[in-house]
């Protein structure tokens, strides 16, 4: 009743990204391509890619690695060799043995033609790890028996010269997940948009049909509403329409909620690209105290192992000579991704010595601690030796004074 009728309610209008049509999509100011796959710079910009890059390149560089020789049927450090202060300490004037096998690994991961490294060497002797910037040394493969060509400044160095790092399928993971990296890296540009300049619209003005507007009319109301309630910190202010204009909000179906369930999808699925447990790239939804040890150990064994194996391959072709190559090989030690904790540790240290499998010394080199003189011996500790059976003699003295 007059005047206090009451003005009806705006209608609600109902859109959602699952199926945008084309307004809905310029208002969100997307673009259609016909493939999501984004370059290599761009994709590690992705936090996940970055992270599976770093977790599993920084892993195999923490590992000890060690110049062994074989001896008899065990194998056996051999710190003299020349490679070994190349790998454990400075693989060149200005790189460490770290930094070179962790940017090896990564290149591996990031580049089809892997990560390549050139061994100069001085009376035959390896002297030097270079790593070199990219497309300095270049590979090409022979047709039939894919033998690989290496040239150094386009003059080519023979291929035990060469370290050369590659993952299976001749391409890498980052490249054969590019459309997964993309969609991530999409998501991203969505989100950013989405907080920083209020991207997801709470409704549209829409004029009577009677109502003519000219381009530069439309775009100084378009200017004064984003100078008004633009951004994240005017989204409280009330809004004030002229010449008939009406405020329609939109509303978004419960399928768009699930926005960030789709970000952690693609986390998974990146994680999943590179072999790593998404709780290694901090991914911890399902993480739990009794799952993470176990993931920990199928990270070494179905992620790490490949690459381990293949980068020992790969130094031992350019560092080993091919005549000392059945007797010296170059290992890394995976006990250091194993490692239980000091409690575990000592309970099976115990257990091994009880049950004479090793020795007190070979659980003291273990933890890297220094050998005593009794401690070669295979005993039980907690048995204490038999004395000889009383045979009803009496003693050697009593026998002599009788």
């Known amino acids: 009743m007059w005047p206090f009728t009451k003005k009806a309610a705006p209608a609600v209008e109902t859109k959602s990204l699952a199926e945008p049509d084309a307004e809905l999509l310029a208002i969100l100011g997307a673009t259609v391509n016909g493939t999501a796959a984004v370059s290599t710079s761009t994709a590690l910009t992705v936090p996940a890619v970055s992270a599976?890059?770093?977790?599993?390149?920084?892993?195999?560089?923490?590992?000890?690695?060690?110049?062994?020789r074989k001896d008899g049927d065990t194998w056996v450090d051999d710190e003299e060799h020349p490679a070994c202060p190349l790998l454990r300490g400075f693989a060149s004037p200005w790189l460490s043995g770290f930094e070179t096998i962790r940017d090896l690994v990564s290149e591996s991961l990031t580049?089809?033609?892997?990560?390549?490294?050139?061994?100069?060497?001085?009376?035959?002797k390896p002297a030097e790890i270079i790593h070199y910037r990219q497309a300095i040394i270049s590979v090409q493969y022979a047709p039939d028996t894919g033998e690989p060509t290496y040239r150094l400044s386009g003059q080519v160095v023979p291929t035990r010269d060469i370290i050369h790092l590659t993952g299976p399928f001749g391409r890498c993971p980052l490249?054969?997940?590019?459309?997964?990296?993309?969609v991530a890296?999409?998501?991203?540009?969505?989100?950013?948009?989405?907080?920083?300049?209020?991207?997801?619209?709470?409704?549209?003005?829409?004029?009577?049909?009677?109502?003519?507007?000219?381009?530069?009319a439309l775009a100084k109301i378009k200017a004064g509403w984003n100078a008004a309630?633009?951004?994240?910190?005017?989204?409280?202010?009330?809004a004030i329409t002229w010449d008939g204009a009406e405020w329609k909000p939109l509303s978004f179906s419960s399928v768009d909620s699930q926005f960030l369930e789709l970000r952690k999808f693609q986390v998974d699925e990146i994680a999943r690209a590179f072999r790593v447990p998404p709780s290694m790239i901090y991914s911890l939804d399902r993480a739990t105290w009794s799952n993470s040890e176990q993931m920990g150990r199928e990270f070494l064994t179905y992620c790490l192992e490949p690459h381990l194996r293949a980068l020992?391959?790969?130094?031992?072709?350019?560092?080993?000579?091919?005549?000392d190559r059945r007797t010296f090989r170059i290992w890394f030690e995976r006990d250091d991704l194993t490692r239980a904790d000091i409690g575990q540790r000592a309970?099976?240290?115990?257990?091994?010595?009880?049950?004479?499998?090793?020795?007190?010394n070979e659980a003291r080199k273990w933890e890297g601690l220094p050998s005593y003189a009794e401690g070669n011996a295979f005993?039980?500790?907690?048995v204490t030796p038999a004395k000889p059976a009383n045979d009803n003699n009496p003693p050697i003295a009593q026998q002599q004074a009788a």
Do not use: C, H
């Open 52 to 68: 599976a890059i770093r977790v599993i390149s920084e892993a195999v560089a923490t590992l000890e690695v060690k110049v062994q």
């Open 111 to 124: 580049r089809d033609f892997g990560g390549l490294a050139w061994v100069n060497r001085i009376d035959g």
């Open 175 to 182: 490249n054969l997940a590019a459309e997964a990296i993309g």
């Open 185 to 216: 890296w999409q998501m991203e540009k969505y989100a950013a948009r989405l907080f920083t300049n209020g991207a997801r619209p709470a409704g549209v003005l829409q004029f009577p049909a009677g109502v003519k507007l000219g381009d530069s």
């Open 229 to 238: 309630f633009g951004g994240s910190g005017n989204g409280a202010g009330t």
């Open 312 to 323: 020992e391959a790969a130094l031992t072709r350019a560092l080993i000579d091919p005549g």
């Open 347 to 360: 309970t099976a240290y115990s257990s091994l010595i009880t049950s004479r499998v090793i020795n007190p």
């Open 379 to 382: 005993a039980n500790p907690n």
